[in-house]
Protein backbone atom coordinates (compact mmCIF):
# COMPACT_ATOMS: atom_id res chain seq x y z
CA UNK A 1 0.00 0.00 0.00
CA UNK A 2 1.72 3.47 -1.11
CA UNK A 3 0.35 6.46 0.29
CA UNK A 4 1.65 10.17 -0.28
CA UNK A 5 0.57 12.94 1.99
CA UNK A 6 1.38 16.54 0.91
CA UNK A 7 2.00 19.64 2.84
CA UNK A 8 2.12 23.26 1.82
CA UNK A 9 -0.34 25.38 -0.50
CA UNK A 10 -2.44 27.73 0.35
CA UNK A 11 -3.08 31.87 -0.33
CA UNK A 12 -0.63 34.02 -1.91
CA UNK A 13 -0.19 37.08 -3.98
CA UNK A 14 0.94 37.16 -7.78
CA UNK A 15 4.78 37.49 -7.58
CA UNK A 16 4.91 35.29 -4.53
CA UNK A 17 6.13 32.12 -3.76
CA UNK A 18 4.89 28.89 -2.10
CA UNK A 19 6.57 25.55 -1.54
CA UNK A 20 4.90 21.95 -1.53
CA UNK A 21 6.40 18.90 0.06
CA UNK A 22 5.13 15.53 -0.36
CA UNK A 23 6.04 12.15 1.60
CA UNK A 24 5.58 8.71 0.18
CA UNK A 25 5.22 5.39 2.30
CA UNK A 26 5.01 2.18 1.50
CA UNK A 27 6.08 -0.63 -0.75
CA UNK A 28 8.22 2.04 -2.72
CA UNK A 29 10.62 0.62 -5.40
CA UNK A 30 14.39 2.36 -5.36
CA UNK A 31 13.45 3.52 -9.00
CA UNK A 32 10.95 5.50 -9.45
CA UNK A 33 9.27 9.02 -10.84
CA UNK A 34 7.71 11.03 -8.15
CA UNK A 35 6.63 14.61 -9.52
CA UNK A 36 3.27 17.19 -9.21
CA UNK A 37 0.34 17.89 -11.53
CA UNK A 38 -2.08 20.04 -11.42
CA UNK A 39 -6.21 20.65 -12.24
CA UNK A 40 -7.43 23.75 -13.08
CA UNK A 41 -11.12 23.95 -13.20
CA UNK A 42 -12.50 24.00 -16.11
CA UNK A 43 -9.43 22.61 -17.20
CA UNK A 44 -7.84 19.15 -17.70
CA UNK A 45 -4.83 17.85 -14.91
CA UNK A 46 -1.50 18.52 -15.97
CA UNK A 47 1.42 17.72 -15.81
CA UNK A 48 3.58 20.20 -13.71
CA UNK A 49 7.17 18.92 -13.02
CA UNK A 50 8.49 15.29 -12.22
CA UNK A 51 11.66 13.74 -10.87
CA UNK A 52 13.12 10.56 -11.62
CA UNK A 53 15.12 8.37 -8.35
CA UNK A 54 18.26 9.08 -11.24
CA UNK A 55 17.79 12.66 -10.77
CA UNK A 56 15.63 13.35 -14.50
CA UNK A 57 13.44 16.29 -14.51
CA UNK A 58 10.36 16.95 -16.31
CA UNK A 59 8.81 20.58 -16.46
CA UNK A 60 5.55 21.99 -17.66
CA UNK A 61 6.89 24.67 -20.35
CA UNK A 62 4.63 27.45 -18.47
CA UNK A 63 6.46 26.90 -15.19
CA UNK A 64 10.20 26.51 -16.49
CA UNK A 65 12.21 29.28 -14.57
CA UNK A 66 9.92 29.57 -11.68
CA UNK A 67 9.09 26.55 -10.01
CA UNK A 68 12.10 23.82 -9.59
CA UNK A 69 11.42 20.13 -7.87
CA UNK A 70 13.72 18.25 -5.96
CA UNK A 71 13.21 15.15 -4.13
CA UNK A 72 15.46 12.96 -1.13
CA UNK A 73 15.29 9.40 -2.54
CA UNK A 74 15.79 8.21 0.88
CA UNK A 75 13.43 9.72 2.52
CA UNK A 76 10.94 9.39 -0.24
CA UNK A 77 9.86 13.03 -0.26
CA UNK A 78 9.97 15.41 -3.31
CA UNK A 79 9.53 18.88 -3.14
CA UNK A 80 7.99 21.90 -5.51
CA UNK A 81 9.43 25.20 -4.95
CA UNK A 82 7.11 27.56 -6.69
CA UNK A 83 8.17 31.03 -7.65
CA UNK A 84 6.78 34.16 -9.54
CA UNK A 85 3.52 32.59 -8.82
CA UNK A 86 0.78 33.87 -11.28
CA UNK A 87 -3.40 33.67 -11.25
CA UNK A 88 -2.89 31.07 -13.86
CA UNK A 89 -0.80 28.81 -11.59
CA UNK A 90 -4.06 28.54 -9.38
CA UNK A 91 -5.47 24.69 -9.25
CA UNK A 92 -5.01 21.82 -7.32
CA UNK A 93 -1.44 20.41 -6.87
CA UNK A 94 -1.07 16.44 -6.92
CA UNK A 95 1.80 14.49 -6.15
CA UNK A 96 2.35 11.89 -7.92
CA UNK A 97 4.17 8.90 -7.64
CA UNK A 98 5.06 6.41 -10.58
CA UNK A 99 5.65 2.75 -10.53
CA UNK A 100 4.71 1.38 -13.46
CA UNK A 101 1.10 3.08 -12.20
CA UNK A 102 0.13 5.99 -11.29
CA UNK A 103 -0.23 7.13 -7.32
CA UNK A 104 -2.00 10.13 -6.00
CA UNK A 105 -1.90 12.71 -2.71
CA UNK A 106 -5.46 14.14 -2.44
CA UNK A 107 -4.11 17.37 -3.75
CA UNK A 108 -3.43 20.81 -2.09
CA UNK A 109 -5.28 24.00 -3.16
CA UNK A 110 -3.17 26.71 -4.86
CA UNK A 111 -4.24 30.46 -5.06
CA UNK A 112 -2.66 33.06 -6.53
CA UNK A 113 -4.33 36.75 -5.71
CA UNK A 114 -3.77 39.25 -8.79
Known amino acids: QVQLVESGGGLVQAGGSLRLSCAAS????????MGWYRHAPGKQRELVAT???????NYATSVKGRFTISRDNAKNTVTLQMNSLKPEDTAVYYC????????WGRGTQVIVSS
Open 96 to 103: NLWLGRHY
Open 26 to 33: GSIFSRNT
Open 51 to 57: MSSGGNT
